[in-house]
């Protein structure tokens, strides 16, 4: 897990430890020292640590003019024990929410395993942003981790599922990925739709 970097090709459109917003204005890394761990196994240095011991991040692209956030993970999503999603509520969803972020795209593509436990942090953060016409969105989730995020309900807050699954997001435009993003939440009927 070591050599898997956040993806680095939007960096000439934001970079979050330069921006006075983002909850990691300032943060320093070194690229030699290897300090964050998942369970046993070290992660690249450029991952942002929140609070969870087994999640990590990287708000990749932040517009606040178009009200947006995109987010990358990697590790296990353990709310059971860990209560990822609180950290990550109030750390940095709660942080970007009082800046007018309200739709936040989470590319999952490196979230191993998802262990569920009550959905009321889902529901508040749905509560925090749906009167701003907001929306919270997980692309490229595995099947697995698809299936136990139903399992626990998720699926009456967040927008996940197959058309969002099969998205190819790197290297594209963060402002066009956000509106196809859209175009997929909003004409698609195949997928998992907000309650």
Known sequence: MHDIEPWYGWRDYYIAEEDKKSPFYQRQYDEFVFTNKIYNHFIHPQWDFFGSETLYIKILFVDYQQSFALIECIGEWNDCLEN?????????????????????VLFCDNVL?????????????YDDIKDQEGWICFVNTFDHVLLEMKKYRLHHYVNFGQRLNEM????????????????????????????
């Open 84 to 104: 990822d999603i609180m950290f990550l509520k109030r750390e940095i969803i709660d942080v970007l929410i009082s800046k007018k972020i309200y739709h936040f």
């Open 168 to 195: 190819n997001w790197r290297g594209k435009n963060p402002e066009l990925m956000k509106e196809e993003i859209e175009n997929i939440i909003f004409n698609n009927t195949k997928m998992i739709k907000t309650g």
């Open 113 to 125: 395993n998802y262990h569920g436990d009550e959905d009321c942090y889902y529901e508040e953060w």
